[in-house]
């Protein structure tokens, strides 16, 4: 079973940065696209980061262009993400997922998520 387990988020004010991090175990990692995505309440869950398992230019939402930075670590199974000039808007439950393998759309693990919250 498959156990993906976030950390970092918190409370930063506009501007402030975070580093999120999720430490994946239990299952296949290196050989897996990773990804964060994010849901603020009334919306829907949408992807903010996407690191696929054989390297690449990795895939970023609009939205987070030029702020936030997606990485990964296969020895340690662990992918990040570092958020920086944070704004009220990027407040939501951010999660850690794992796609299925050989797909870049199809998520097969996720993790429990953690809360960003951006005060203006």
């Known amino acids: 079973q498959v156990q993906l387990a976030e950390s970092g988020g918190g409370l930063v004010q506009s501007g402030g940065s975070l580093r999120l991090s999720c430490a994946a175990s239990g299952g296949t990692f290196s050989s897996r696209t990773v990804g964060w995505f994010r849901q603020a309440p009334g919306s829907e869950r949408e992807l903010v980061v996407r690191?696929?398992?054989?390297?690449?230019?990795?895939y970023y939402a609009d939205s987070v262009k030029g702020r936030f930075t997606g990485s990964r670590d296969n020895a340690k199974n662990a992918v990040y993400l570092h958020m920086n000039s944070l704004k009220p808007e990027d407040t939501a439950v951010y999660y850690c997922?794992?796609?299925?393998?050989?797909?870049?759309?199809?998520?097969?693990?996720w993790g429990q998520g953690t809360q960003v919250t951006v005060s203006s």
């Open positions: 690191l696929n398992w054989g390297g690449g230019t990795p």
């Open positions: 997922a794992r796609f299925k393998y050989g797909s870049r759309y199809e998520v097969d693990y």
